[in-house]
């Protein structure tokens, strides 16, 4: 596993705000659903922990709702999406937002930003929609916000 040596790295931060905005803007206080949004990662394979460890750490039910997320580049995400037990949804959504969030500040080519943006739009987005309106709320203005920053540049 790769170690980051920079405290304020948008990798080392993403756990705790992905925690963050369940609590904040969802009011989920369930601690297996906290737990499993911590501990998932959805861009950056180096950072997963593995099935094992969660297992041994944390229990079952984390391990299993972090299994149900689904893959974000699987090409029936959305379907996906829509059929998971809504606390997967809820997991999903919150991290792929903080992605969104701070893509701009990631080591990556443009096209991977257009990539990230444009799914958030076509797949996330509408999925937050049918979720919970404060995500909803948070990802029309990161859509937006990440789009000029497309247009103009970080």
Not at 58 to 80: C, F, H, T, Y
Not at 87 to 99: C, K, M, T
Not at 113 to 125: C, D, F, I, T
């Amino acid at each position: 596993m790769a170690a980051l040596h920079d405290d304020h790295h948008p990798l080392y931060l993403h756990p705790g705000r992905t925690v963050l905005v369940l609590l904040r803007d969802v009011s989920c206080v369930d601690g297996t659903v906290l737990a499993a949004a911590a501990l998932t990662e959805s861009e950056d394979e180096e950072f997963r922990i593995g099935d094992a460890a969660v297992l041994t750490s944390v229990g079952k039910p984390v391990a299993d709702i972090m299994r149900a997320v689904p893959d974000r580049r699987s090409e029936s995400l959305a379907e996906e999406l829509l059929m998971a037990d809504a606390s997967v949804r809820l997991v999903a959504l919150v991290e792929r937002l903080d992605h969104l969030r701070h893509a701009h500040l990631r080591d990556a080519d443009a096209e991977w930003r257009r990539v990230v943006h444009a799914q958030a739009e076509s797949v996330y987005l509408p999925m937050a929609e049918r979720t919970h309106a404060r995500l909803a709320q948070r990802y029309r203005h990161w859509c937006r916000t990440f789009a000029r920053r497309l247009d103009h540049g970080p």
